[in-house]
């Protein structure tokens, strides 16, 4: 006996039809109309005065200005991260003194404008005529000097930036240090390794891939906020930039010379954060994904 059941025949192969996004391209087409608009307009206006902005670009005044916001940006992070990282470890104690002490630094110097600390620091020779080291409520001193010639604009703007930027700074350690697992404390406790070994060595390492990128974001708003130095008549960047302006009244040209270089410092410091976050997320990710050269290779030897 024979089966008579019709044989079920191959089925041609399915033709894949990529989805449409009609709105997606429509915007896309919008987008790059108010760039063309935008970049025409800057490119042919000629109030901008683009021969003035080369001019001025590379003048070596222009570039002592931005050594000086480089140099109060390096030494404001430095300090900042290793003041703010003490604090946070000061808000975990279990000692109530340190936690009461770092709760309330932190909170003083979040609640004070910049502007408003570095103000007060140029005038503390005011308040007090020397600053002194000795012991409390003794004649015993063993350092002693005219606090004029002690806190000038440099210094001045350094422990102001410093001290702001360790507050923030701490909350968001702190924060990081938070967010680990707690199980992760209870192993690194179970080793039997000391305090400092478990934090530096475990929980620390664990925590820089929450507290890296607003970490960042704080570098580069202290970049940008070194401009506030200004007040203390402090050649940076931007008080150079308005010297030269009202001298020679070109103040748009020399406002883009500043807009420039502030966004020079900001990308490059994006990509370094970047290339920080890809270091440290190679632990937590099991591939890493390709930096932009990579995908450009890998797309160059891809063509046919």
Do not use: C
Request: glycine share 6%; no cysteine; net charge positive.
């Amino acid at each position: 006996m024979t089966d008579s059941s019709p044989r079920p025949t191959p089925s041609a192969p399915l033709k894949v039809v990529p989805a449409r996004y009609p709105l997606r391209l429509l915007g896309a087409v919008f987008a790059l109309f108010i760039l063309l608009a935008i970049v025409q307009s800057v490119a042919t206006n000629p109030r901008w005065e683009w021969a003035v902005f080369r001019q001025w670009f590379f003048n070596p005044v222009i570039l002592e200005g931005l050594g000086r916001t480089l140099l109060l940006t390096l030494l404001g992070t430095v300090f900042g991260i290793i003041f703010g990282t003490l604090l946070a470890l000061a808000r975990l104690s279990k000692s109530y003194l340190l936690n009461s002490l770092a709760w309330a630094y932190i909170w003083l110097f979040r609640s004070l404008p910049l502007l408003l600390v570095l103000i007060v620091l140029y005038n503390f020779s005011y308040l007090y005529d020397n600053l002194s080291l000795g012991i409390p409520f003794t004649s015993i001193e063993f350092f002693k000097h005219p606090t004029v010639d002690l806190l000038d604009q440099f210094t001045v703007a350094v422990i102001g930036l410093s001290a702001v930027q360790s507050a923030y700074t701490a909350e968001i350690i702190r924060g990081g240090i938070v967010g680990v697992e707690q199980g992760q404390h209870e192993a690194a406790a179970a080793l039997g390794l000391p305090g400092y070994r478990r934090t530096f060595r475990i929980i620390l390492p664990q925590a820089l891939r929450a507290i890296i990128p607003t970490g960042f974001n704080e570098v580069i708003g202290l970049a940008k906020g070194t401009s506030i130095v200004y007040v203390l008549a402090m050649p940076d960047l931007f008080y150079t930039v308005q010297v030269l302006y009202n001298r020679s009244q070109q103040v748009i040209p020399m406002l883009m010379v500043a807009t420039v270089w502030y966004l020079v410092i900001t990308t490059v410091l994006s990509v370094l954060q970047y290339y920080v976050e890809r270091y440290f997320s190679r632990g937590a990710t099991r591939q890493v994904a390709p930096t932009p050269l990579q995908r450009l290779r890998l797309w160059r030897t891809a063509k046919p």
